[in-house]
């Protein structure tokens, strides 16, 4: 099936630092999906991305969809206390629906006080 | 917030014995998942439903059976419930329009 790539795997940071994460795949995706997930909580979605190129802000949050449509990335600015948790990609390929997610494994970014 | 709650939070039970999680949409939405959540593996998806009655299987379903007898509801059974199925469950929902996916709170399931 597909694969997603997500790196880095952990980040330790400092707040108010600025955080960058990507998603990589051999193949070409046509919708991608930022996911944030908390302690106890289930992954909730951050941001949509639906074309090449596309730059997609939300608040301190900006997301990409790569020219070639095989990546995609996840910038965090200023980093808060809050900003704890997993962020996982998401890749939706050409079916879409049913099973047409594909996941990464998740950055799990920690901040360091 | 997509309107799903899963039922129960949290469960414990013993080996060989049946199991059944709840997922509840208020959503109306006609796709619904489950995916099994572990360390180093991240979400995998169980089995699926396209429509009331029309599931499918997903990358790991052996041990998992589904059912779907009403749009809002998609119940997820362990037929005899073995220690590697102890994990964190989580039921999702997909907007059709834009292939945003939705997830409930998670399922916390230990089986000794």
């Known amino acids: 099936g597909q694969q997603l790539n997500q790196s880095p795997q952990s980040m330790f940071i400092q707040e108010g630092e600025d955080v960058s994460m990507n998603c990589t795949s051999s193949?070409?995706?046509?919708?991608w999906l930022w996911y944030k997930q908390e302690p106890g909580e289930g992954p909730v979605l951050l941001i949509a991305?639906?074309?090449?190129?596309e730059l997609t802000s939300n608040g301190r949050l900006t997301a990409q969809f790569g020219i070639t449509r095989k990546d995609s990335f996840l910038n965090i600015s200023a980093s808060i206390p809050s900003d704890v948790g997993i962020y996982f990609c998401?890749?939706?390929?050409?079916?879409?629906?049913?099973?047409?997610?594909?996941f990464g494994k998740g950055t799990h970014l920690i901040i360091q006080p | 917030d997509a309107g799903i709650t899963q039922s129960p939070r949290h469960k414990v039970t013993e080996t060989g014995t049946p199991v059944t999680l709840r997922c509840h949409q208020t959503?109306?939405?006609?796709?619904m998942y489950w995916y099994r959540q572990d360390p180093g593996h991240g979400l995998r998806l169980i089995h699926y439903?396209?429509?009331?009655?029309?599931?499918d299987k997903g990358e790991v379903s052996d041990g998992y059976s589904v059912s779907r007898s009403k749009t809002e509801d998609f119940l997820l059974t362990l037929e005899s419930a073995t220690s590697s199925q102890t994990s964190v469950y989580f039921c999702?929902?997909?907007?059709?329009?834009?292939?945003?996916?939705?997830f409930g709170p998670g399922t916390r399931l230990t089986v000794t």
């Open positions: 193949s070409i995706f046509n919708t």
């Open positions: 959503e109306n939405h006609r796709y």
């Open positions: 998401a890749g939706v390929y050409s079916g879409g629906g049913a099973d047409g997610l594909t």
């Open positions: 999702a929902t997909l907007r059709d329009s834009t292939y945003e996916q939705y």
């Open positions: 439903s396209y429509g009331v009655k029309d599931t």
């Open positions: 991305l639906y074309k090449a190129g």
